[in-house]
């Protein structure tokens, strides 16, 4: 086995290995020689040495250093200098090492109100059962909300920012949950505090109803935001449309083509799997789920077989993403949740139900739905309360559910992919990104 060097940087231990080292030793034109006086009891000898600090080493093992730090020591990290700014927010080595190694330590995104956010990264090895309040990374940005909005009796909305979507380290954030001619539509990096306000098409009356998913192509390295528009004309039947905007390439939206009507109004949890965005068809009343998708590379709509013999319609359902699976969390019962995972993409006889018996909750742990988030822990399933109060973590194996202890739940949960590539980069220099300066501090 490979002999191993552990250092510190800003208190984290980083185990590089000897390789690595000597294949940095033997680039001499990298290492800083100095000279040293050295006083002894006859005279002063010089000797020459040498001295090797961080900012000598070789851009490779610099990314192989810095992209084993959490989230809170990169961010210490990406204000040391500029080089090691432009590094962290915009080297094409070190995003996708990042984001590998990031894999092993998944972060949910914790809506804490409509301006705070709040990221916890979940570590191997941390006890979050035990420990009274667990204290994740809270992100504080200043978004340029519209003025309040005046509506009937003199009284006035609140701004508020709804999560649209999560994708590769970007979300995507609506500040209405309507339609009308003042709603805008954000992309944004919480990490390092940028947003884009995304130019939208001109206010139409005949609109009945829109709709937004966000997704990212894996393949093309593409970001697309999803447009689903539901048109009325005198004395003809409604027509749905999609159209898409792709991040740093489109100037304004293209039609897509018509869409499946009735496509689902809200797309709600969408979820991004095997190269494509899915989501449930939740105006459907009918005994039957109908689960739609968007191919992110050839922009088309297809539909994907629902698991056979389920009944239940799709509006009591939940599409998520479990394990790199299509997954449907089924909450209709509440003396359980059956989660039905596709195990083969796009083969109907591949769906398996695994069901999750509420009876075995603790005590001290309210009675509610509870909707799936992710896998963490060694195959633990991280779940949400419905009402947003509460993490819990089940263990399959076990049969088992304990508390997770967070510091200010939030109202909403999302799986989330932390990254520190700045949207200056996908978005080019002819986009306009704005930087809010978000105040990071643990709680």
Not at 58 to 81: D, H, N, T
Not at 147 to 167: N, Q
Request: a positive charge.
């Amino acid at each position: 086995m490979e002999a191993k060097n552990v250092t510190k940087l800003f208190d984290v231990p980083i185990t590089v290995s000897n390789s690595i080292l000597s294949n940095f030793k033997n680039q001499k034109q990298k290492i800083v020689k100095k000279y040293v006086f050295v006083k002894s009891d006859c005279d002063c000898k010089r000797r020459r040495a040498y001295e090797i600090t961080i900012m000598d080493l070789p851009r490779s093992i610099m990314v192989e250093i810095l992209s084993r730090l959490p989230i809170k020591p990169i961010f210490r990290a990406k204000s040391v200098c500029k080089r090691w700014y432009n590094l962290i927010t915009s080297d094409p080595l070190f995003v996708p090492m990042y984001q590998t190694r990031s894999l092993n330590f998944p972060c949910i995104l914790l809506s804490v109100d409509c301006f705070n956010a709040a990221i916890l990264e979940l570590k191997a090895g941390y006890e979050y059962y035990s420990r009274p309040r667990n204290r994740p990374v809270m992100l504080i940005p200043k978004f340029n909300l519209p003025p309040l909005k005046p509506k009937i009796g003199g009284l006035f909305y609140e701004p508020k920012l709804e999560i649209i979507g999560s994708c590769n380290g970007f979300i995507c954030l609506m500040d209405s949950d309507k339609y009308d001619e003042n709603h805008s539509l954000y992309i944004s990096n919480p990490l390092l505090g940028e947003y884009l306000k995304l130019k939208l098409p001109a206010y139409e009356k005949r609109v009945r109803s829109v709709a937004y998913a966000f997704c990212f192509s894996e393949g093309c390295g593409q970001y697309k935001v999803l447009r689903s528009v539901v048109r009325k004309f005198r004395g003809r039947p409604e027509v749905s449309e999609l159209e898409v905007y792709t991040l740093g390439v489109d100037e304004k939206w293209r039609n897509a083509g018509k869409a499946p009507y009735p496509l689902c109004g809200s797309f709600r949890g969408s979820v991004n799997v095997n190269g494509a965005l899915h989501w449930l068809d939740d105006e459907n009343t009918k005994k039957s789920a109908s689960i739609y998708s968007f191919n992110i590379r050839t922009e088309e709509v297809k539909p994907v077989p629902a698991p056979p013999g389920l009944e239940t319609p799709s509006f009591c359902l939940r599409i998520v993403e479990l394990g790199n699976c299509l997954c449907l969390s089924d909450n209709n019962y509440f003396q359980h949740v059956d989660v039905w995972w596709m195990r083969e993409y796009g083969i109907a006889e591949s769906w398996t139900k695994d069901r999750i018996l509420m009876d075995s909750i603790p005590p001290d742990i309210p009675q509610t739905n509870f909707l799936p988030i992710i896998i963490w822990k060694d195959g633990e399933i991280l779940m949400q309360s419905e009402r947003a109060t509460q993490l819990i973590s089940y263990n399959p194996m076990e049969k088992k559910f304990r508390m997770v202890n967070v510091y200010d739940n939030g109202t909403a949960a999302t799986r989330y992919i932390p990254s520190f590539y700045s949207l200056k980069t996908v978005m080019g220099e002819n986009f306009h990104v704005s930087n809010v300066y978000p105040k990071t501090d643990i709680v």
